[in-house]
Antibody, heavy 116, light 107 residues
Framework: EVQLVESGGGLIQPGGSLRLSCAAS????????MSWVRQAPGKGLEGVSF???????SYADSVRGRFTISRDNSKNTLYLQMNSLRVDDTALYFCARESHQIGWNWGQGTLVTVSS | DIQMTQSPSSLSASVGDRVTITCRAS??????LAWFQQKAGKAPKSLIYAASSLQGGVPSKFSGSGSGTEFTLTISSLQPDDSATYYC?????????FGQGTKVEIK
């Protein structure tokens, strides 16, 4: 069974850093297309970052230069390093696996609150 | 970046009604489109991928169609449990982008 479990969220002051983790089971992260998606309170879904099977990465304009997506193949885990956090980064962050052949899987999300 | 435009932004329909939501891409995305259902405070649930393929475990009352720039999600017989917000997302290129969502309510 495919499972994605996010962790690492919390309350952080503006300018601070957090690292989100997404532990995967039932499939191999390094052989998958993976994304981080966020949802600010009362807003829609926003794609934050993406990593391809080959390791190519992309970022939303709003986070480029501040966030870094990575993966640890030995731990089968996806990460999102978030630096220089701003109040408008406050959101529920989800990780997702996407497959044109078998569909999508989502984690339950981890809440990041940026506030002084 | 490819822009995704959903319509309507909200709708209200009766139990048993057939409901259709439209998603338009700002450029050709072939069939690289997914549809998700999201209830308040919950993770999105995948319904459709590759524009028309039903995610495993999703009832067949949900269906998707389209290619290129025009796509639709249809709920054949609306039930109270279908009250949610529905999003389309393209995955043809990076960055992946979502439509703004369609809130479906039951009359």
């Amino acid at each position: 069974e495919v499972q994605l479990v996010e962790s690492g969220g919390g309350l952080i002051q503006p300018g601070g850093s957090l690292r989100l983790s997404c532990a995967a089971s039932g499939f191999t992260v390094s052989n998958s297309y993976m994304s981080w998606v966020r949802q600010a309170p009362g807003k829609g879904l926003e794609g934050v970052s993406f990593i391809s099977r080959g390791g190519d990465t992309s970022y939303a304009d709003s986070v480029r230069g501040r966030f870094t997506i990575s993966r640890d193949n030995s731990k089968n885990t996806l990460y999102l390093q978030m630096n220089s956090l701003r109040v408008d980064d406050t959101a529920l962050y989800f990780c997702a696996r996407e497959s044109h052949q078998i569909g999508w899987n989502w984690g339950q999300g981890t809440l990041v609150t940026v506030s002084s | 970046d490819i822009q995704m435009t959903q319509s309507p932004s909200s709708l209200s329909a009766s139990v048993g009604d057939r409901v259709t939501i439209t998603c338009r891409a700002s450029q050709d995305i072939s069939d690289h489109l997914a549809w998700f259902q999201q209830k308040a405070g919950k993770a999105p649930k995948s319904l459709i991928y590759a524009a028309s393929s039903l995610q495993g475990g999703v009832p067949s009352k949900f269906s998707g169609s389209g290619s290129g720039t025009e796509f639709t999600l249809t709920i054949s017989s609306l039930q109270p449990d279908d009250s949610a917000t529905y999003y389309c997302q393209h995955y043809a290129t990076s960055p992946r982008t979502f439509g703004q969502g369609t809130k479906v309510e039951i009359k």
